[in-house]
């Protein structure tokens, strides 16, 4: 059905930056939206960027609304999510994943059909 592949995670002191990158393959089925979620230890996984690969519409969870920028390379399929001011409570695995149904609930873990392995990101204070 197709591949996600996460890069770009890492550590990062508390007030930097870092951007993550998932590249697309393999998929015979339209995508139609992609998403960024992340889980921490303990907690449940949550979305915190998904945008929509027709009309590039962006959406965000307020946590991370004007500080974290999702966007979309069409010709190389590839996600990216650039990540700013960072914190520690960002902290987490964050999750490439895309969804292959035109509607759904935009931060539904069940609409994502297709997802990466993960990749870490830990913020230090």
């Known amino acids: 059905q197709g591949q996600l592949v996460e890069s770009g995670g890492g550590s990062v002191q508390a007030g930097g930056s870092l951007r993550l990158s998932c590249a697309a393959s393999g998929s015979t089925v339209r995508i139609y939206r992609m998403a960024w979620f992340r889980q921490a230890p303990g907690k449940e996984r949550e979305g915190v960027a998904s945008?929509?690969?027709?009309?590039?519409?962006?959406a965000y969870a307020d946590i991370v609304k004007g500080r974290f920028t999702a966007s979309l390379d069409s010709a190389k399929n590839t996600l990216y999510l650039q990540m700013s001011s960072l914190k520690p409570e960002d902290t987490a695995m964050y999750y490439c994943?895309?969804?292959?149904?035109?509607?759904?609930?935009?931060?539904?873990?069940?609409?994502?059909?297709?997802w990466g392995q993960g990749i870490q990101v830990t913020v230090s204070s």
């Open positions: 994943a895309a969804s292959t149904f035109r509607l759904g609930e935009l931060w539904s873990t069940s609409r994502y059909n297709l």
């Open positions: 945008i929509g690969t027709i009309n590039g519409i962006t």
